[in-house]
Each structure stands twice: as C-alpha cells, then as structure tokens.
C-alpha cells in the first residue's frame, strides 16, 4: 500500500496547519478528499491511487493522522476500517487504531460536495491561466518567512503583469514579479498571506503548477494532485 503517497496527499489537505479536519473517500481505488478550512476561505480537493475496497473515513485530526501514516510508511502498512476506528497495522510491530468520524460529524465537509465539488463549479468564473514560475515561487515564500505578513495583494496590471505584493500599509512590504499572462484580465484581490503562502509552498518544486484567477471573488492554484481555492479578503 502507497502509505507515502497518502501521507504527502493528505499534507497538500492539511497545508501545514490551514485544515485540521476532512473527509476521505475511496472509490475505485483512488483516495479523493474535498476539504475546507474553519474560516471557510481555502478550500481543497486532493487526490491519490489508493488501493483499498469503496469506503469513506472522517478525520478530525488531521495532523496526527498524518503523524501515524509517516511513523510507518515503511514498514508495509495495512489500513482497514472497522466500526469507528482505523486500524494501521504494519507487517511488524504494533497496530494503531485511530479513532475515525461519521463524515456528517466533520462540520466543515458537505456531503453534496461529492456531487458537485465547488471547484468544479467555480472553475468557468476564472478569466485564463499561467503556469507558476518556480523562481517567483521561491522568492515570495523566502520574503514570506522573511516577513511573515498578515496580507497579500494579487493585482494584474492592464498588460497582463502579475505581481504578489505583501504587506498593508501598516506592514513592511515586497513585490514578487510572476510574468506576464495575457488571458488574465486587470484585476486586484486581498489574500490572506498565511493561505496563499501555505499553498505556494505545496507547489514549489512543481514545473507545471498553475494559477487561475477570478477577478471578484478568487485564485485557483493547481498541479495534477490537487487544486485549492483561496477567497479573496472581503471589505467590511
């Protein structure tokens, strides 16, 4: 069983702490999660080959669970599903038996999502695409940790030049040059910066991470495992 591949998909979810809690389901062999944080802003959906039988597990704590796939993720681990509890039994060694949630219990997952996950739906509101540039996603997540700024501003000039500008007037400030992308039209979005860099740093190392824009409500930002939504910050 991939338990490594597991572990790094549920950590795409997890994004270091932004979501705590989701719900998994296995269908035909693949593990899909669609997961939302707690203030309803970042919203995920992550996807892996996972050879088990159709089932569906609720975490409520995501980072132990993680926690318990990376203590044995090389040691031949077998994961089955009884009652209320997921049993992680490696081929040597003790068993862990993680206590798993009804899905109707995780209060930030809708069962309707498996029908229609909103990122599908959200998807035609996105005015085009750019794929990230792995050297402007370097340098905002080391002036990120360098700063450690409550707010980004994504604005798209009228040439099409995306720039991520951290920092209120009330906070130190940078701006990060991603290029150029036609298809996107003029806009400017407030982001929370701990949920943009949380997802910027999910995709660094990846040539074909991508990012959409909707220019009133949203980014998407997606490689081939996942894809999130991170809602712009509203005016009071």
């Not at 400017?188 to 860099?197: A, R, V």
Request: charged share 25%; glycine share 6%.
């Amino acid at each position: 069983m991939p338990v490594k591949e597991l572990a790094d998909m549920l950590d795409r979810v997890h994004l270091g702490g932004t979501i705590v809690e989701c719900v998994m389901t296995i269908k035909d062999n693949v593990a899909t999660v669609l997961a939302m944080d707690m203030t309803s802003t970042v919203f995920v959906k992550a996807t892996v080959v996972f050879e088990h039988e159709d089932d569906q597990w609720g975490i409520s704590n995501l980072p132990l669970f993680i926690k318990c796939l990376r203590a044995y993720q090389d040691k031949g681990l077998t994961i089955t599903h009884t009652e209320n509890r997921l049993v992680l039994k490696p081929e040597k060694g003790s068993s862990i038996k993680y206590l798993a949630s009804e899905a109707d219990l995780i209060p930030t997952y809708e069962s309707d999502w498996e029908e229609k996950p909103p990122i599908d739906g959200l998807r035609p509101n996105f005015s085009g695409s750019m794929v990230m540039p792995q050297a402007s996603v370097k340098e905002f997540i080391d002036l990120m940790k360098l700063f450690n700024l409550k707010t980004v501003k994504l604005t798209v000039n009228p040439k099409g030049r995306i720039f991520f500008q951290g920092g209120s007037e009330n906070e130190h400030q940078f701006d990060v040059n991603f290029g150029v992308a036609k298809t996107i039209e003029a806009c400017s979005l407030k982001i929370y910066g701990e949920h943009l860099m949380s997802v910027i740093s999910a995709v660094e190392g990846y040539d074909d991470a991508k990012l959409y824009i909707d220019q009133t409500e949203s980014v998407l930002i997606e490689i081939p495992e996942a894809s999130w939504v991170i809602g712009q910050i509203k005016d009071a």
